[in-house]
């Protein structure tokens, strides 16, 4: 992922081109060089309405819906790295919205219907593709886990149902539905659930940003936040002071350092989380499979590779980057579930850090800070609610106070104990 839109310093506000089938055949006659750069590379200005700390899915959705939803588009996201260097171009590009609580199964849902038709409203293939995601029952207990959750689902208006081992081999052949130590017993499948291009979604929302006027600004670190009298006045940053009315942080991993900038703590800790793919084989598995008591989940990806993600690290840390022992533990895992994964090579690795609260839902808040919103501690499962946190973010930060889909997930609900449980839904990584 190198587009740093370097070529283009201009700002680019409504000149990006229109992707379409007419355009592509256009280029096709004039050498391809009429594409403009997909977003520009602009410098920081003195003074923004809004700055968002963090140029992930989540900041960038967040930017977009600020401009779409509220029509502001005064305002710079920051990014220390490049565009989705983040968790976002790291993650296993599991989508789904089967959770277990209300307000989780609301914004993952919102999240997931927006994907439906997100390549058409960014005018930017993000190839989400609804494939049908299952989460096995391996144990007597994930049968009534999984039943509860499909009846909770069903309350809420999120599809899903719970289905039987003959048709959990009927719609992944490869699996071994009788294993050795936890037979398939049956499964929580969710038809619309499926995956996307990470990376896509982040560059999809960044060329709209841009086209609306706002700065995308990479390699541009936040270091410190300035307030005065208890309101948020603007960052300071490796390419100088910048003002802003409202500040929203949206980093991920780094939140615990950069609400720290701010003044407050957080309920968070950040730990690795890896994953892995095979060489590429020919299509075996068009549906995605998480198997939460074996500890691992599987989807194919288009270049035919397996994606293999596993659990998180137990210890504290700011890794991006694989480890041995993780292969080893994950895979032999999935093996015993998948036997044919055990002749694949595994080609490549990789981590990112994750921001987990205690109890696995995420912080969509206003901050002791006045004018700063903080959005983080989606921990490993954040890229399948991208659209609707950012949604949720957009809202909360022009309205100055959160929505009906942020209403639950605020910082309070650690003091006064109202919890959002959901270690279930969340279980292995994903
Ligand atoms: C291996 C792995 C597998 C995963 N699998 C899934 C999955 O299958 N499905 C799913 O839904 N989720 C999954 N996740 C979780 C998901 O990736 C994250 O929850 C989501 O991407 C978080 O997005 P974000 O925009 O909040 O964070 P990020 O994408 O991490 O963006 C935060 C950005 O903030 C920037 N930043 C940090 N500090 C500063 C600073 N001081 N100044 C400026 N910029 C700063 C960072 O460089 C980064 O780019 C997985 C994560 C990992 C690591």
Same mark, same amino acid.
């Given at each position: 992922?190198?587009?740093?839109?370097?070529? %283009?310093?201009?700002?680019? &506000?409504?000149?990006?081109?229109?992707?379409?089938?007419?355009?592509?055949?256009?280029?096709?006659?004039?050498?391809?060089?009429?594409?403009?750069?997909?977003?520009?590379?602009?410098?920081?200005?003195?003074?923004?309405?809004?700055?968002?700390?963090?140029?992930?899915?989540?900041?960038?959705?967040? =930017?977009?819906?600020?401009?779409?939803?509220?029509?502001?588009?005064?305002?710079?996201?920051?990014? /220390?790295?490049?565009?989705?260097?983040?968790?976002?171009?790291?993650?296993?590009?599991?989508?789904?919205?089967?959770?277990?609580?209300?307000?989780?199964?609301?914004?993952? #849902?919102? =999240?997931?219907?927006?994907? #439906?038709?997100?390549?058409?409203?960014?005018?930017?293939? &993000?190839?989400?593709?609804?494939?049908?995601?299952?989460?096995?029952?391996?144990?007597?207990?994930?049968?009534?886990?999984?039943?509860?959750? +499909?009846?909770?689902?069903?309350?809420?208006? &999120?599809?899903?149902?719970?289905? @039987?081992?003959?048709?959990?081999?009927?719609?992944?052949?490869?699996?071994?539905?009788?294993?050795?130590?936890?037979?398939?017993?049956?499964?929580?499948?969710?038809?619309?659930?499926?995956?996307?291009?990470?990376?896509?979604?982040?560059?999809?929302?960044?060329?709209? %940003?841009?086209?609306?006027?706002?700065?995308?600004?990479?390699?541009?670190? *936040?270091?410190?936040?300035?307030?005065?009298?208890?309101?948020?006045?603007? *960052?300071?940053?490796?390419?100088?002071?910048?003002? %802003?009315?409202?500040?929203?942080?949206?980093?991920?991993?780094?939140?615990?350092?950069?609400?720290?900038?701010?003044?407050?703590?957080?309920?968070?800790?950040?730990?690795?989380?890896? =994953?892995?793919?095979?060489?590429?084989?020919?299509?075996?598995?068009? *549906?995605? &499979?998480? +198997?939460?008591?074996?500890?691992?989940?599987?989807?194919?990806?288009?270049? @035919?590779?397996? !994606?293999?993600?596993?659990?998180?690290?137990?210890?504290?840390?700011?890794?991006?980057?694989?480890?041995?022992?993780?292969?080893?533990?994950?895979?032999?895992?999935? !093996? #015993?579930?998948?036997?044919?994964?055990?002749?694949?090579?595994?080609?490549?690795?990789?981590?990112?850090?994750?921001?987990?609260?205690?109890?696995?839902?995420?912080?969509?808040?206003?901050?002791?800070?006045?004018?700063?919103?903080?959005? %983080?501690?989606?921990?490993? @499962?954040?890229? /399948?609610?991208?659209?609707?946190?950012?949604?949720?973010?957009?809202?909360?930060? +022009?309205?100055? #106070?959160?929505?009906?889909?942020?209403?639950?997930?605020?910082?309070?609900?650690?003091?006064?104990?109202?919890?959002?449980?959901?270690? *279930?839904?969340?279980?292995?990584?994903?």
């Amino acid at each position: 992922m190198t587009h740093t839109g370097a070529l %283009c310093p201009a700002k680019m &506000v409504g000149t990006m081109n229109r992707y379409s089938a007419f355009a592509v055949a256009r280029e096709a006659f004039r050498d391809h060089a009429g594409w403009r750069r997909a977003w520009g590379n602009p410098e920081p200005k003195r003074r923004y309405d809004v700055i968002i700390i963090g140029a992930g899915g989540h900041g960038l959705a967040t =930017a977009y819906y600020l401009g779409k939803n509220y029509g502001i588009t005064n305002v710079a996201i920051l990014e /220390k790295g490049w565009l989705g260097g983040g968790n976002t171009g790291r993650n296993t590009t599991i989508i789904r919205s089967n959770y277990l609580q209300d307000p989780s199964a609301a914004i993952y #849902e919102k =999240a997931r219907s927006l994907y #439906e038709d997100l390549s058409q409203a960014l005018n930017y293939n &993000v190839m989400f593709s609804p494939r049908g995601v299952m989460m096995l029952a391996q144990t007597e207990h994930e049968i009534r886990g999984y039943k509860r959750t +499909a009846h909770a689902n069903a309350l809420q208006g &999120v599809a899903t149902r719970y289905i @039987g081992p003959d048709e959990v081999k009927r719609l992944c052949p490869i699996i071994e539905t009788r294993g050795p130590r936890y037979p398939v017993l049956g499964a929580l499948w969710q038809p619309r659930g499926g995956t996307a291009r990470h990376d896509a979604v982040a560059w999809g929302y960044a060329r709209k %940003c841009s086209d609306m006027g706002m700065d995308v600004i990479q390699k541009c670190e *936040v270091t410190g936040i300035r307030q005065a009298a208890g309101q948020v006045t603007g *960052v300071t940053t490796t390419r100088g002071d910048i003002d %802003c009315d409202k500040l929203g942080i949206v980093v991920a991993g780094h939140s615990g350092h950069v609400a720290d900038m701010a003044g407050f703590r957080l309920p968070i800790e950040s730990v690795a989380l890896q =994953a892995l793919v095979s060489e590429p084989i020919k299509p075996c598995m068009d *549906v995605v &499979v998480m +198997a939460n008591t074996v500890h691992g989940y599987m989807s194919q990806s288009d270049k @035919g590779e397996m !994606v293999i993600g596993g659990g998180a690290d137990g210890f504290n840390n700011y890794t991006q980057r694989g480890s041995f022992h993780h292969i080893e533990e994950t895979v032999r895992a999935l !093996v #015993e579930t998948f036997p044919m994964i055990s002749r694949l090579k595994m080609l490549r690795q990789w981590g990112g850090v994750v921001d987990m609260t205690g109890d696995r839902s995420p912080i969509l808040s206003k901050t002791p800070l006045g004018g700063c919103f903080i959005n %983080c501690g989606w921990g490993t @499962g954040g890229f /399948k609610a991208i659209p609707g946190s950012g949604w949720a973010t957009a809202e909360m930060i +022009a309205r100055g #106070e959160p929505g009906p889909l942020a209403a639950e997930f605020g910082l309070d609900r650690f003091a006064e104990g109202r919890f959002i449980d959901e270690s *279930v839904a969340a279980g292995v990584a994903h």
